[in-house]
């Protein structure tokens, strides 16, 4: 009698941790129509580049994804003129040469440094949108350092005059709770990846799992998961992919073997590297 006590016992204990784990995990699953269009083309990460003639998050990529009828994932960064520019890394050192982090630059000493020896300089997000066109489904990254809340404030702010397709996505949590309780029109994305096994991150273990297992999705209610596409193996992206039918956007994919492994765990798909065949991603589904 006592040993069936504290089996039962046991097993509640196990039932509500599995439930609290689902909640914790849980997006929001109720707009998941406003990502149609994103799901019916496949987006250029960091627009159509070969980082030769073409440099990545040039104005150069990104009118050449939007002439191939491309969707657009870029990133903006904030300077310290406050001018929101279209840069992916934190330091200017592989696209420019210069040992120096964007943030800690004014755009105007930005346009002293040519991406990759090219006649491209890193463009002004404001630039970038007046070469997409209105249907061109675009991905904005708000980069998770520096001052990336006020980042976001003025992403928003300029984004409240554009008439296209656009949704905004960080890896940094605190952004998409931002958007959460600020701007809940938005459409949003956690990105997330492998944390735990990523020896650069100089994150606290307990984070680094939270972060790779998703657990702040109660909190920042995301309409959508962007997460390393390398890693459909990871138990929370697939209960979130399969079980909870959430919206998942994959990153990035690098040729087009990767694209068909991964097509059934993905409903979008960015990529660079290679050109995909065909124009339609929802023709891997059949």
């Given amino acids: 009698m006592f040993y069936n006590d504290v089996m039962k016992l046991i097993l509640l204990i196990l039932l509500l941790l599995i439930l609290l784990y689902l909640f914790l995990l849980h997006p929001n699953t109720k707009r998941k129509e406003r990502m149609r269009a994103y799901e ?58 210069i040992d120096k982090d964007l943030i800690e630059c004014s755009y105007e000493e930005l346009q002293g440094y040519p ?22 489904p675009l991905i904005i990254e708000i980069k998770a350092e520096g001052r990336y809340i006020e980042t976001t404030k003025r992403t928003v702010e300029m984004m409240r005059n554009y008439d296209g397709l656009y949704n905004m996505e960080s890896f940094n949590p605190m952004v998409v ?53 390398t890693n459909t193996k990871n138990l929370s992206f697939r209960i979130l992919s399969k079980l909870m039918k959430a919206e998942c956007v994959a990153w990035t994919v690098k040729s087009e073997e990767e694209l068909k492994q991964i097509s059934p765990w993905y409903r979008c798909f960015i990529f660079d590297s290679f050109i995909p065949k065909g124009s339609d991603p929802t023709e891997l589904k059949k």
């Fill in 115 to 136: 991406l990759l020896n090219t006649e491209e300089r890193i463009p002004l997000f404001a630039d970038v949108l007046k070469a997409l066109k209105k249907e061109t």
């Fill in 177 to 229: 709770r931002y958007l959460r309780m600020n701007e809940p029109d938005i459409i949003r994305g956690q990105l997330s990846y492998d944390y735990v096994t990523d020896g650069n991150s100089r994150l606290p273990l307990p984070v680094k799992f939270a972060l790779t297992n998703l657990l702040l999705n109660f909190w920042n209610d995301p309409d959508y998961i962007a997460y390393d596409c």
């Fill in 40 to 97: 019916r083309s496949y987006i250029a990460h960091r627009g159509l580049f070969n980082n030769k003639d073409v440099p990545e998050n040039s104005l150069s990529a990104f009118r050449k994804a939007v002439e191939n009828g491309y969707g657009i994932e870029l990133d903006v960064q904030l300077t310290t003129d406050d001018r929101l520019v279209v840069f992916h890394d934190a330091s200017l050192k592989r696209m420019t040469g």
